[in-house]
């Protein structure tokens, strides 16, 4: 059996619990690393995503009335699927996204891992007792939200989507998934197909590839209660305020410009091996990729070097054919958008230390040197394999720098005194902190989000912060016989 036989999908969207042709039209599925067209998927209309809320609210009570050692036992196949069907996945993943195998293998592990997380949700326990001045039990209650909307992006569509929808199904939500179109196959059909076949009732998981009036329909749906969205601060700002106009509770992943900070006690090589990964990594295309590096000026020069060296020797190229640290980049206005960051961070005074250069959508691993702390590529989200470095003469000056960004995601620190470390992180506002590592990690049992630009704070990761973003707190008192009123 092919899991993803095209058959299945081609011109397809999941919607109502079979595959429908979307009244959207359809759109070709291109590999971004040679062009080529490897299917078509079905894109859906704002009259399907109305329609999909409609089916999920009918779906969604009866799922929620399952006994929940089903629907544990639904997201454990789910998990045990993504290990069974790693090769087709995979396969997908490079084609599609441009992920080399390690991060094609980075988002299997964490999808598998997000589902078995998921499992143990239903099984915890779901309120409290509550002390009343009544002679009556008093009890906090917390049940399923309803119907979620998951928009979720193209640069790592499986782990983006799933550390949604996992949970939001495991607690009883029945959940419309709205992918990327670029990466619908991924993102959307993969995770599908995964609950399709681990045996999640119909209606429950509906997957809708579209445009913006797909997403606005879906905010705006009464059925739909809760929306978990992914993506750029500017989108993520519409989706907000949106949502708040139909009062509706909006869980945002935005963007980030995180700060690698090297004190003055560390150890170059190890400071530039890190740093090497937390911007090259899947060509940087992540919001927790280190943006910035602020190093100490002692150290400034030497770690410039070590790391403009690792950046020349990683080789860049098509991931499904060579062996390459880094694919392509998902599409040209994206690639024309980080080589416009360079070009004008080096007017405005950097200095290219190494790459600054592509072919056709192969972006050079590339370190900017002596960049102005206000040039582009220091003052925006670059989105790309892109390495500004900015020297800092003391702590003062290295908090005022990491702080000068409006994003709040992740925060590294290199440095051998881990206790000055964590000080100094206490000074700089994120969601996330690691000290002596750089900013890019994900675990399904860790609490995941950022701070001011970069989102509405941890909404993902480990069972509180889950049961808190994908479901509703109801207070419930029950007395015997009722009570008798003055009037």
């Not at 390459?324 to 961070?345: C, F, M, N, W, Y």
């Amino acid at each position: 059996m092919v899991f993803l036989d095209s058959s299945t999908w081609t011109d397809r969207i999941f919607a109502g619990g079979s595959w429908v042709p979307g009244t959207g039209g359809t759109r070709k599925v291109t590999e971004p690393a040679t062009g080529d067209v490897l299917g078509s998927i079905g894109i859906a209309s704002a009259e399907d995503a109305a329609k999909a809320a409609e089916t999920a609210a009918e779906a969604q009570r009866a799922w929620a009335a399952t006994p929940h050692v089903q629907r544990a036992a639904v997201l454990r196949k789910a998990a045990r699927l993504w290990s069974e069907y790693a090769d087709e996945i995979s396969w997908w993943n490079v084609r599609e996204v441009g992920a080399v195998p390690g991060v094609a293998g980075f988002s299997l592990h964490v999808a598998e891992q997000e589902c078995y997380e998921a499992a143990a949700l239903p099984g915890r326990p779901y309120g409290e007792l509550l002390p009343s001045e009544e002679p009556r039990l008093s009890m906090a209650r917390r049940v399923p939200a309803g119907v979620v909307a998951v928009i979720s992006p193209f640069n790592m569509p499986i782990i983006l989507g799933i550390r949604s929808v996992a949970p939001a199904l495991a607690l009883g939500n029945a959940v419309i998934l709205k992918p990327d179109p670029r990466t619908a196959v991924t993102g959307g059909v993969v995770l599908a197909r995964i609950f399709e076949e681990a045996g999640l009732p119909p209606g429950v998981l509906q997957m809708l590839p579209g445009g913006a009036d797909v997403g606005e329909t879906l905010v705006t749906h009464p059925a739909v209660r809760v929306i978990s969205f992914t993506g750029s601060t500017g989108a993520g700002r519409k989706v907000g305020e949106l949502a708040g106009k139909h009062l509706k509770r909006a869980h945002l992943e935005l963007g980030g410009n995180s700060a690698l900070i090297v004190l003055d006690d560390a150890d170059v090589d190890e400071a530039a091996g890190v740093a090497a990964f937390g911007s090259f990594f899947h060509q940087g295309q992540i919001c927790m990729t280190t943006g910035r590096h602020l190093v100490h000026e002692r150290l400034y020069d030497d770690f410039v070097e070590r790391l403009a060296a690792k950046a020349a020797a990683l080789r860049v190229g098509d991931p499904a054919r060579d062996e390459v640290a880094l694919g392509p980049i998902i599409d040209a206005g994206q690639r024309d958008k980080i080589h416009e960051l360079v070009t004008a961070s080096v007017a405005a005074g950097a200095r290219v230390a190494a790459g600054g250069e592509y072919d056709r959508l192969f972006y050079s691993a590339t370190v900017l040197a002596d960049v102005p702390p206000d040039a582009p590529a220091v003052a925006e989200e670059i989105f790309g394999p892109v390495a500004p470095v900015v020297r800092f003469s003391d702590a003062e000056e290295a908090v005022r720098l990491a702080t000068a960004s409006e994003y709040g995601l992740s925060l590294g620190i290199v440095t051998r005194d881990v206790l000055k470390g964590l000080e100094l992180a206490d000074r700089v506002p994120t969601g996330i902190v690691h000290i002596n590592d750089q900013t890019v990690s994900d675990e399904a049992n860790s609490p995941f989000g950022g701070v001011a630009a970069s989102g509405t704070g941890s909404r993902f990761g480990g069972a509180a912060a889950n049961i808190e973003a994908f479901t509703e707190t109801r207070w419930v008192t029950v007395r015997n016989p009722p009570p008798i009123y003055p009037f």
